[in-house]
């Protein structure tokens, strides 16, 4: 059994919660805005563990359904997650279970952590970008799915892999200081 969480666990929890939402919010306008959630969410869950990392993913996608202006461009509510990007949103959920599975499985070196982190992206472009077709589709107009890759994933390549290995270089920089804590 699953012992409950302890004090210091629901205040990683909400830290986790707020780093996602601060990293959000620097960002640079675009169809799907660049920001820095995914280097939020690859570093929470890689600090924080599978059960800690993944609530504060979580925690973070609740306060945006309820309203909480924490999604990119300071947008919240259950529209902005049913919106044409919302399952870039909801595919933070899978990156959090590849990198806390890796992390909990493997441990936190450099390899591992650069490997889960980019298998939990691409979990999360593929799963948003299938979103965006269906949901593109219905709202605006008939796009493919390699059109959609077009507007939604290769621009951003090469700035995720640039957040990959900064989320994973600073796990290895902070997370004997997290770990000394509990």
Known sequence: MKKPFSARDIAYVALGAALIAVCSWISIPFEVPFTLQTFAVCLVTALLGLHLGFT?????????????????????????????????????????L?????????????PVLIAA??????????????????????????????????????????????????AALLTGRLGGIIRKGN
């Open 56 to 96: 504060g993913v979580a925690v973070y996608l609740l306060l945006g359904a309820v309203g909480l202006p924490v999604f990119a461009g300071f947008k919240g509510g259950i529209g902005a997650l049913l919106g044409v990007t919302g399952g870039y949103l909801v595919g933070f959920l899978f990156t959090a």
């Open 98 to 110: 590849a990198v806390g599975i890796a992390v909990e499985k493997w441990g936190r070196k450099l």
């Open 117 to 166: 982190m980019a298998i939990g992206v691409l979990l999360c472009y593929t799963f948003g970008t299938a979103w965006f077709v269906v949901v593109y589709t219905r709202k605006v107009e008939t796009i493919g799915f390699v059109a959609a890759l077009g507007k939604c994933v290769f621009p951003y390549l090469l700035p995720d892999a640039v957040k990959i290995v900064l």
